[in-house]
């Protein structure tokens, strides 16, 4: 089986913020279009157009209605690898094809030794492992590190695919092992959280949870602005026309 490292340099991963996402599918998209690619291309798709279309999707987003007996909302969850700290994916790899990095913390697997036996898959308590039917061997997401890494792209552009398509701003991406990076700083201020904690894989990303709403009900009743009568209006008038005809 494979081993872990006793530590890491960084803990890269991400933030993601379930109060702004709205479900829009971008990061899903953004993260097909940037892998299909690079690192783990491809990512094959079975009868797309057809009647049961499936295919391996590294990011993917759904949406809950959630009802707490005073307010009603649809939370939108996108599910990704999630870059344990102590991931079973990768102690349960008999090849050593699933790994995770020293420098950076990423969890990755190599295409070439993995044997699509699936174990990974089985061990992961998050579901964000993919098997690659047509390529026979598991992929997942990669924090896009043929990107993170890249220097011929614009530092803005240094991150990943989905964290750079958000278009509310409800994904960050930074190293979440500094406790003074934006990220872990914004974890600290929202109350963010590990996703099922009580397993004990330590995940990397972090969730923000959502904010209450204000409805109706709830706003602070606006203060009516103050009204003249008619009566009062009309004195008013007559006194300015009186003054304007008398000059």
């Given at each position: 089986?494979?081993?872990?490292?006793?530590?890491?340099?960084?803990?890269?991963?991400?933030?993601?913020?379930?109060?702004?996402c709205v479900?829009c599918?971008?990061?899903?998209?953004?993260?097909?279009?940037?892998n299909t690619g690079?690192?783990?291309?491809?990512?094959?798709?079975?009868?797309p157009?057809?009647?049961d279309?499936?295919?391996?999707?590294?990011?993917?987003?759904?949406?809950?209605?959630?009802?707490d007996?005073?307010?009603?909302?649809?939370?939108?969850?996108?599910?990704s690898?999630?870059?344990?700290?102590?991931?079973?994916?990768?102690?349960?790899?008999?090849?050593?094809?699933?790994?995770?990095?020293?420098e950076?913390?990423?969890?990755?697997?190599?295409?070439?030794?993995?044997?699509g036996?699936?174990?990974?898959?089985?061990?992961?308590?998050?579901?964000a492992?993919e098997?690659d039917?047509?390529?026979?061997?598991m992929?997942?997401?990669?924090?896009?590190?043929?990107?993170i890494?890249?220097?011929?792209?614009?530092?803005?552009?240094?991150?990943?695919?989905?964290?750079?398509?958000?278009p509310?701003?409800?994904r960050?991406?930074?190293?979440?092992?500094?406790?003074?990076?934006?990220?872990?700083?914004?974890?600290?201020?929202?109350?963010g959280?590990?996703?099922l904690?009580?397993?004990?894989?330590?995940?990397?990303?972090?969730?923000?949870?959502?904010?209450?709403?204000?409805?109706?009900?709830?706003?602070?009743?606006?203060?009516?602005?103050?009204?003249?009568?008619?009566?009062?209006?009309?004195?008013?008038?007559f006194?300015w026309?009186?003054?304007?005809?008398?000059?």
């Open positions: 089986m494979t081993a872990l490292p006793e530590t890491t340099g960084k803990k890269l991963g991400l933030v993601i913020d379930l109060d702004t479900g599918q971008a990061c899903a998209t953004s993260c097909k279009e940037w690079g690192y783990s291309a491809p990512l094959s798709d079975q009868d157009y057809g009647a279309p499936h295919g391996t999707w590294l990011n993917r987003v759904h949406s809950y209605e959630v009802d007996g005073t307010q009603s909302r649809t939370v939108h969850f996108p599910r690898c999630l870059h344990c700290e102590t991931p079973a994916c990768v102690t349960v790899c008999p090849t050593g094809a699933s790994y995770k990095r020293a950076d913390g990423i969890v990755l697997v190599n295409p070439d030794t993995c044997i036996c699936k174990l990974c898959s089985w061990a992961c308590a998050y579901g492992r098997y039917y047509a390529e026979g061997v992929k997942k997401c990669t924090l896009c590190v043929d990107r890494y890249n220097e011929t792209l614009e530092p803005e552009d240094r991150v990943p695919a989905c964290v750079r398509a958000c509310t701003g409800a960050h991406f930074g190293d979440l092992g500094d406790a003074a990076s934006p990220v872990s700083q914004l974890v600290a201020a929202r109350g959280f590990d996703l904690p009580e397993m004990g894989f330590k995940p990397v990303n972090k969730y923000l949870p959502p904010r209450d709403r204000r409805d109706a009900r709830q706003a602070t009743p606006a203060t009516p602005a103050p009204t003249e009568d008619a009566g009062a209006l009309t004195s008013r008038f006194a026309a009186d003054k304007v005809l008398s000059r």
